[in-house]
């Protein structure tokens, strides 16, 4: 196997999807993989350095560790440390490689567990070691298999348990390697305290080098990753409701693209958020183990940041939705969209307007403007629903000439009002009758396998199409999920506020409004750096 | 710190939110301590008799981990074994700790990762031990403590690469601690080779006892558990889509209760699909490193899947903004609720009909029927278009009481179709104009922070009370949400077909019908077991 070296996994997946097709042919593979060998060096220089560019704290880590075992090692190279010590530094050795992790909660969590299931498993050993003590070696042998199947299977058992296996596993796992690793041993060693005494001691010197490496040396704090990556997701929900309002009412060729384009800024906008479910109760369980790291008074309420997340998760399922309304299967006639284009954007600035200003006080960790829920944001409502209520005869879908009727008329006004608007075409509205009676006469004869293939897949589009559905129902879903969306601002609002409390967040002075509007603009140029450097 | 046992991770994370707020006030805890002293045992032997129920299979993972351990301590334990192997066996022990997964595929993954890493690490150590074989003790020191640093960063790097991380995460780390304790072990230790060899060979010892187990021996295998989660979380869309239709038509006094209840079906039934991303690329992983073992012609079509649980989260999406249509501030009334009962309710049961024949098919490993778009579905979606188009005038919002009294009709004509309907108070369509300026009044006055907290949550919603919004928006959300889904059909049948062809699935037998309808009943019979067993 052959190492192909990029980002994304989804891209990855397709590759693999395509190498396994290309598995089959073996002719054509001698020249693909030739081919791969020359684009090879240059393709891993590039990730080489693009994984360092994307968070520079990737290099540093990579010193860190590199420092760290060379540190461990003296312990085992250096004659006087060696002579304290002995062959045992190499646990100490390896529980460096094991326990350092990128943040300082995941190592605080790795360490700590590990400690207190070495320490367990000792005693748990020596207390075998006891029993069996004045026994034949027969006995013993079978004594310590038996201990070995219970305690084995009790502990893998333990594994399962939710509460255990998000907070200790690894501490249950280190717990059963080393009973069984002194249990095991101290069938033909006699002095099993010491091995317990020795392996305790040099894992406890790994761990404190990695403590030492990790919250003192550029510590990364997963409270701090997820404090940023909330106002991330903040700010990407606020770009992609301002993107996805503003491709509903300009470009009209869109439609009829179907697949989920990995390039789309609307799609990347809310990515971040619709998957953020484990990543977040991974750096908030991080976030838990970690000491009190920042000036402010309380400890870091990362329970509050996994409920702010799954609030925020909820509001971006309607920001898919209002997506999907992009590529409805009942088309949208262009004078539609022209009537509401001015109210619908004027209502998405707000909503975004307010994600953002949500953000930057996230960001500058004080609490939120009392005018978040502003005017404007009301004004932009009563804006779209006049504009609705203005068209009346826009929602009946009974009478299509009639309605195809007021559309001209509608689009006409439109077109006064907006000189720069590009021709409306009426043409938009498809009735596919037709190609449904096809089918159906088609079905009728029988169907095979490859001409299912290419049938298929249009079948219940051309259901819907035939139908003249009401013009005004896609938008009317358009409009009510944005009405919505605002209705859902006030749990936003509410949970941002509840974490600046429990984060002792200072409070707001309007006159902080300078500093905001400045602070928005770097925001907005360090952009490419996901991650800002931890030290707070 | 006491270990609370229970399922569920959030409610895990509101319990620890808890616990935290208790922390504060000390002489509460010691009461609390108490009773939870006495609760403990009954809610251990519960949460352990549960872990088991839930997935029996758990319980024989236990006993094959336990079985493993036993198996490999006699290396150590019979005087004849432990002549042959000495002092090392105790590296097979480790292994069978670490190595030994639920799943025959995670087994493998991370079986090939140690012996793979561990052969690497053995031959470079081995090349690094030649170059500084002649030079002095200080040189060496100081060439082996620059190769445990170049070669630790560099392999610490290396885990960032996204391919890497996803496949080969656990093949870094084991070369990394193979190849330091290897390299400083050869300070103080002449023959490294058999240090090396021996290594290789205990660790070869304890990857065989576990594969030997995970892959013979009630074998778990991720691809089922893939193909199972798959067709449950069909299931589950269906359920959800009919559930959330039902509730829609039906109650009328749930419309206020804004929170999210982990109880509520519609929930059970999309959660599963939502947050599947992680969880599915994982099986998937795992699944790809294990070998073909149904009597199907192919090897596992893992990718797929994943493809497949990107599509259904996508369609879930749909179905959790459907649900928000639910909980609109906008309020339907009840007349108008009625009006579209029927026709929703059946093209809600033609969808979830659809679903279902996918999860069966899927589930007996054959081709979905041809017709799984039936007349039936396009009638639906003709009964709702003609519903809709029947009731032209109720998408007027422009005049209110020429739209009440419009509905006072159609409510009438409903409830004379409709004798079991309940009473249709017209009262629903609330005006909170007055709260409206009430709210205005006194935000003009100074704002304190208390106030605030009273007022700020409900801000948004009565702005949108008080617009009086056409009522039938949010109904066209609901509508529009509807025919979108069947739209999304095609989507899911499709990657299903593909997904049958790539896993050469049998040919659809109409004769086969019966034996769904009997599949169907069983399946629902044993809907407690999650997972099926595994074996095929």
Same mark, same amino acid.
């Given at each position: 196997?052959?190492?192909? @070296?990029?980002?994304?996994?989804?891209?990855?997946?397709?590759? =693999?999807?395509?190498?396994?097709?290309?598995?089959?042919?073996?002719?054509?593979?001698?020249?693909?993989?030739?081919?791969?060998?020359?684009?090879?060096?240059?393709?891993?220089?590039?990730?080489?350095?693009?994984?360092?560019?994307?968070?520079?704290?990737?290099?540093? +880590?990579?010193? %860190?560790?590199?420092?760290?075992?060379?540190?461990?090692?003296? !312990?085992?190279?250096?004659?006087?440390?060696?002579?304290?010590?002995?062959?045992?530094?190499?646990?100490?050795?390896?529980?460096?490689?094991?326990?350092?992790?990128?943040?300082?909660?995941?190592?605080?969590?790795?360490? $700590?567990?590990?400690?207190?299931?070495?320490?367990?498993?000792?005693?748990?050993?020596?207390?075998?070691?006891?029993?069996?003590?004045?026994?034949?070696?027969?006995?013993?042998?079978?004594?310590?298999?038996?201990?070995?199947?219970?305690?084995?299977?009790?502990?893998?058992?333990?594994?399962?348990?939710?509460?255990?296996?998000?907070?200790?596993?690894?501490?249950?796992?280190?717990?059963?390697?080393?009973?069984?690793?002194?249990?095991?041993?101290?069938?033909?060693?006699?002095?099993?305290? /010491?091995?317990?005494?020795?392996?305790?001691?040099?894992?406890?010197?790994?761990?404190?080098?990695?403590?030492?490496?990790?919250?003192?040396?550029?510590? =990364?704090?997963?409270?701090?990753?997820? +404090?940023?990556?909330? #106002?991330?997701?903040?700010?990407?929900?606020?770009?992609?409701?301002?993107?996805?309002?503003?491709?509903?009412?300009?470009?009209?060729?869109?439609?009829?693209?179907?697949?989920?384009?990995?390039?789309?800024?609307?799609?990347?906008?809310?990515?971040? #958020? *619709?998957?953020?479910?484990?990543?977040?109760?991974? *750096?908030?369980?991080?976030?838990?183990?970690?000491?009190?790291?920042?000036?402010?008074? +309380?400890?870091?309420?990362?329970?509050?940041?996994?409920?702010?997340?799954?609030? $925020?998760? +909820?509001?971006?399922?309607?920001?898919?939705?209002?997506?999907?309304?992009?590529?409805?299967?009942?088309?949208?006639?262009?004078?539609?969209?022209?009537?509401?284009?001015?109210?619908?954007?004027?209502?998405?600035?707000?909503?975004?307007?307010? !994600?953002?200003? !949500?953000?930057?006080?996230?960001?500058?960790?004080?609490?939120?403007?009392?005018?978040?829920?502003?005017?404007? $944001?009301?004004?932009?409502?009563?804006?779209?629903?006049?504009?609705?209520?203005?068209?009346?005869?826009?929602? !009946?879908?009974?009478?299509?000439?009639?309605?195809? =009727?007021?559309?001209?008329?509608?689009?006409?006004? &439109?077109?006064?009002?907006?000189? %720069?608007?590009?021709?409306?075409?009426?043409?938009?509205? /498809?009735?596919?009758?037709?190609?449904?009676?096809?089918? /159906?006469?088609?079905?009728?004869?029988?169907?095979?396998?490859?001409?299912?293939?290419?049938?298929?897949?249009?079948?219940?589009?051309?259901?819907?199409?035939? $139908?003249?559905?009401?013009?005004?129902?896609?938008? &009317?879903?358009?409009?009510?999920?944005?009405?919505?969306?605002?209705? /859902?601002?006030?749990?936003?609002?509410?949970? @941002?506020?509840?974490?600046?409390r429990a984060a002792c967040y200072k409070e707001y002075h309007p006159c902080d409004e300078v500093v905001v509007t400045c602070d928005r603009k770097k925001i907005n140029v360090s952009q490419g750096h996901v991650h800002t450097d931890g030290a707070d």
């Amino acid at each position: 196997m052959f190492p192909k @070296v990029h980002a994304g996994m989804e891209m990855d997946m397709e590759r =693999n999807g395509d190498r396994t097709k290309t598995m089959g042919n073996c002719e054509k593979r001698i020249p693909i993989f030739a081919q791969k060998m020359k684009t090879y060096p240059g393709l891993l220089c590039k990730t080489i350095w693009k994984v360092g560019h994307d968070d520079p704290r990737r290099v540093i +880590h990579a010193f %860190k560790v590199g420092l760290s075992l060379t540190l461990v090692s003296l !312990l085992y190279l250096m004659e006087p440390l060696f002579k304290g010590i002995g062959q045992n530094a190499i646990w100490a050795v390896m529980t460096v490689v094991v326990v350092l992790e990128f943040t300082a909660g995941a190592t605080l969590c790795k360490g $700590l567990n590990r400690g207190f299931g070495t320490l367990l498993a000792g005693s748990l050993a020596f207390v075998f070691e006891y029993i069996a003590t004045e026994t034949g070696p027969v006995f013993r042998a079978i004594f310590i298999g038996a201990a070995v199947f219970l305690i084995g299977s009790a502990a893998t058992y333990l594994r399962f348990f939710p509460y255990i296996k998000k907070n200790y596993d690894y501490g249950v796992v280190i717990f059963l390697l080393t009973f069984n690793l002194i249990t095991v041993s101290s069938y033909r060693v006699d002095n099993v305290l /010491k091995i317990a005494h020795d392996r305790f001691f040099t894992i406890a010197i790994g761990c404190g080098v990695c403590l030492l490496m990790s919250l003192l040396i550029f510590p =990364n704090w997963s409270g701090e990753e997820l +404090h940023n990556s909330t #106002v991330l997701k903040l700010e990407g929900l606020a770009k992609s409701i301002e993107a996805c309002v503003n491709e509903y009412f300009v470009d009209p060729s869109i439609e009829e693209t179907e697949k989920q384009s990995s390039e789309d800024p609307i799609y990347e906008g809310y990515k971040a #958020v *619709l998957d953020s479910k484990s990543k977040d109760e991974a *750096l908030a369980l991080y976030a838990s183990w970690e000491p009190r790291h920042s000036r402010y008074c +309380h400890r870091f309420p990362w329970q509050r940041y996994v409920k702010l997340g799954g609030v $925020l998760r +909820h509001f971006g399922y309607k920001v898919v939705a209002l997506h999907g309304c992009l590529r409805t299967e009942i088309p949208t006639p262009q004078s539609v969209r022209t009537l509401f284009k001015d109210p619908c954007n004027r209502l998405a600035r707000e909503i975004s307007k307010v !994600l953002m200003e !949500l953000a930057n006080s996230l960001r500058s960790h004080r609490h939120c403007s009392p005018e978040i829920l502003s005017d404007h $944001l009301h004004e932009a409502l009563q804006d779209l629903n006049n504009a609705i209520k203005s068209q009346p005869r826009l929602f !009946l879908g009974s009478n299509k000439n009639q309605a195809t =009727n007021m559309l001209a008329l509608a689009a006409a006004q &439109a077109s006064q009002k907006h000189e %720069k608007a590009p021709g409306v075409s009426l043409s938009s509205v /498809k009735t596919d009758s037709s190609a449904l009676r096809e089918w /159906k006469s088609r079905r009728t004869t029988d169907s095979k396998e490859a001409e299912r293939k290419v049938l298929r897949p249009q079948l219940s589009k051309i259901a819907i199409t035939s $139908l003249e559905f009401s013009e005004a129902l896609p938008f &009317a879903a358009f409009a009510s999920l944005l009405v919505e969306m605002v209705a /859902k601002l006030d749990n936003i609002i509410e949970e @941002v506020e509840e974490l600046g409390r429990a984060a002792c967040y200072k409070e707001y002075h309007p006159c902080d409004e300078v500093v905001v509007t400045c602070d928005r603009k770097k925001i907005n140029v360090s952009q490419g750096h996901v991650h800002t450097d931890g030290a707070d």
